[in-house]
């Protein structure tokens, strides 16, 4: 493993809005508006339900590199709509391309299984290439059309 998975502290809260605001690596989301807001007074609520009490439909953490620096997120939330279980797996745009996708990938389908789920999905735009990272994890495609590519993993 080449990251280390860390519970954010509220005051790294700043390293998610930093993503969040990182047009190349939002670019993936440019299908849903792109970038996406995460201002100071959206951090305690948001902190509160993802990371302080994420009961069992919830998971966050950093991604830290070898070089202890923030290189990304991963998460899992129960969708209960669909009834199934959502994952994300962001890089930041500067640090692709190292293998810290597949790592923590990997991570995030141990976490969850271990966690007592035993099916991932990820819905992917359609014209963003990512959804190979998840075929090449395991990840079957369950459904796709114009917009979306539909990815599950049992676990």
């Known amino acids: 493993m080449m990251l280390t998975l860390v519970k954010p502290a509220f ?37 509160e339900s993802w990371v302080r009490n994420p009961g069992d439909n919830r998971y966050y953490r950093y991604l830290v590199n070898p070089d202890n620096e923030y290189v990304g997120e991963i998460a899992y939330h129960y969708d209960k709509l669909r009834d199934i279980y959502i994952c994300d797996v962001i890089v930041l745009a500067q640090y692709r391309n190292r293998g810290y996708g597949t790592d923590a990938l990997r991570q995030l389908c141990t976490v969850a299984k271990n966690n007592g789920i035993s099916v991932l999905h990820d819905d992917i735009a359609a014209d963003n290439p990512s959804y190979k990272l998840f075929l090449k994890n395991g990840f079957d495609i369950e459904y796709q059309n114009e917009d979306v590519v539909m990815v599950k993993r049992n676990l």
């Open 11 to 47: 005051e790294d809260l700043w390293f998610k809005e930093k993503l969040m605001a990182d047009e190349e690596t939002m670019a993936y989301n440019a299908r849903w508006g792109g970038t996406i807001p995460f201002p100071e007074d959206m951090w305690e609520s948001w902190y």
